[in-house]
């Protein structure tokens, strides 16, 4: 029937979108770890709050490892 085919192409397309984001992720941290920053050592994980503001920092140009650690929020 049309409505199971629509719900399964969602489902599908919903798949996809999901594992493109976690190669993303998995990426990212690559990126990162090759360039000598271990991101998770100081944040929960690559896409947390605290990882983007150290990321956008980093972009910025900070370099100052303990500014960067002090932008890490905890709970």
Known sequence: PP???EL???TRYR???VD???REIQRLEK???DAGIKL???ASAVWSAS???IIEALIAGERD???LAQMAKSR
């Open 40 to 42: 998770t050592s100081v």
């Open 51 to 53: 990882s983007r503001e």
């Open 3 to 5: 409505e199971i085919r």
């Open 31 to 33: 990126v990162l770890q």
């Open 8 to 10: 399964r192409e969602l």
């Open 20 to 22: 493109a984001r976690a």
């Open 65 to 67: 490892p303990a500014v």
């Open 15 to 17: 798949k996809t979108q």
